[in-house]
C-alpha cells in the first residue's frame, strides 16, 4: 500500500512540476466544441452568435486537472468581422498549480473565391498564475521508507504573478473544408516562481484541419442530414508534442465520435512514449442548445490509476441567419 501510495505521490510531483518548469498549457478532449481555444481565427464561426461552457476532469483518481471554461464569440455581418472572449481557469494537483485567464479575440473574413474564405486572427490577454508550496509533496522530501521529510530544496519567493500574452492565426475555409495554424504565448513570458532561475514561456503552436463528407442532405425541414467529419490537431510548445485525430457522425440532432491523443512510435525520452488516450464522445442539439460528453480512455502507463478523463461541452448558437449563410462547418 505503501508503495501504491508512493507512486501517486511521484506522479503529482512530475505533473505540477513538468507545470511549473515548462509549462505546458491545458488540453481539451473536445476542441471542436471550443475552437475558439484552438485559434481566434475561430471566433464568429457560426455566422452568428456562441455562447459556451466546457469544464473537464482530468486524471480523476489521482486529483490530475480540472479546467473550467465558458466562451462567447459572433461573427457581424456589416463589417465582416468577428469578436470573442474566453475565462478558462485550470487546477492541477487539487489545487497546488493553478491559472486563471481572459482573452478577447478578433478576426475579419476576407473573400478570395466564391467558396474560399482567409480568415486572420488576433488575440490578446493575461493571465493570474499561483502555486501553493505547502500542498506539494517534492522527490527530495520522500524518504526511503516512505516517510515525508519537511523540507524542500524548492523555495518559491513569490506565490502569483499576472502577465499579458497575445496569440494570431490564419485559417483558411470552404464550404467542407478548413485549415490553418495559430501560434500563442508570443511574449515568453517569465513565469517562475523563485529568482533564479528564470522560466520561459514556451511559444505553443496549433496545426489544424478538418474535412466534411456529407452523405445525405435532406430534401425537407424534417428529412435526415448525415455527415461525417474528420478532424486533426498538432499542439507543440516545448517539448511536448500532440496530436489529436477524431471522426465524428452526425445525423441532424445527434453526434457520435472517436479520437485518438498522442504520436505513434514517437518517444520523447528512453522508456516513455507519446500514447496517452483513446477518445469517446456522444452529444445532441436542438433549438441551438448542443450538449456533448467525452472519455478518454487512458493508454499511457497511466492507465492502471489515472482513471481517465471527463469532459463535457454545453453551447447555444443564436441569430443565425436563415439559411445559415455561414462561410465554412465546423462542430
Known amino acids: 500500500m505503501k508503495q501504491f501510495a508512493r507512486k501517486i505521490q511521484v506522479a503529482l510531483v512530475i505533473l505540477c512540476l513538468s507545470s511549473v518548469v515548462s509549462a505546458q498549457d491545458f488540453l481539451l478532449s473536445q476542441p471542436w466544441s471550443a475552437t475558439t481555444v484552438v485559434a481566434p481565427s475561430f471566433a464568429g464561426y457560426t455566422g452568428g452568435g456562441r455562447v459556451f461552457a466546457t469544464y ?65 486572427g488576433l488575440q490578446v490577454g493575461l493571465f493570474y498564475r499561483t502555486i501553493d508550496p505547502s500542498r506539494m509533496v517534492f522527490t527530495d522530501q520522500i524518504a526511503i521508507d516512505g516517510s515525508i521529510l519537511p523540507q524542500s530544496a524548492f523555495q518559491a519567493t513569490q506565490t502569483s504573478l499576472v502577465r499579458f500574452d497575445a496569440a494570431v492565426s490564419v485559417m483558411f475555409t470552404h464550404d467542407y473544408f478548413f485549415g490553418g495554424i495559430s501560434a500563442d504565448r508570443l511574449l515568453g513570458n517569465n513565469i517562475s516562481f523563485t529568482d533564479q532561475p528564470e522560466t520561459k514561456q514556451h511559444l505553443k503552436l496549433n496545426v489544424f484541419a478538418a474535412g466534411l463528407i456529407p452523405i445525405s442532405k435532406g430534401h425537407g425541414k424534417y428529412d435526415p442530414k448525415d455527415d461525417v467529419t474528420f478532424a486533426a490537431l498538432y499542439q507543440w510548445q516545448g517539448q511536448y508534442h500532440q496530436i489529436d485525430i477524431d471522426a465524428m457522425y452526425h445525423r441532424r440532432y445527434f453526434m457520435v465520435g472517436v479520437g485518438y491523443r498522442g504520436i505513434p512510435f514517437y518517444s520523447p525520452e528512453e522508456g516513455l512514449t507519446s500514447n496517452d488516450a483513446i477518445k469517446i464522445c456522444i452529444g445532441g442539439s436542438y433549438a441551438g442548445f448542443s450538449l456533448s460528453y467525452s472519455y478518454d480512455v487512458s493508454i499511457s502507463s497511466l492507465v492502471d490509476v489515472s482513471g481517465g478523463s471527463h469532459e463535457i461541452v454545453l453551447s447555444y448558437r443564436f441569430l443565425e441567419r436563415k439559411p445559415n449563410d455561414r462561410s465554412f462547418f465546423c462542430y
Open 56 to 120: 473537464r476532469n482530468q486524471w480523476s483518481s489521482i486529483q490530475g486537472a480540472q479546467t473550467g471554461l465558458v466562451g462567447y464569440d459572433q461573427y457581424f455581418h456589416p463589417i465582416r468581422s468577428s469578436f470573442g472572449a474566453v475565462l478558462s481557469h485550470s487546477s492541477q494537483g487539487g489545487g497546488m498549480l493553478s491559472q486563471t485567464q481572459f482573452n478577447i479575440q478578433y478576426n475579419y473574413v476576407v473573400q478570395m473565391t466564391k467558396k474560399w474564405f482567409f480568415r486572420p
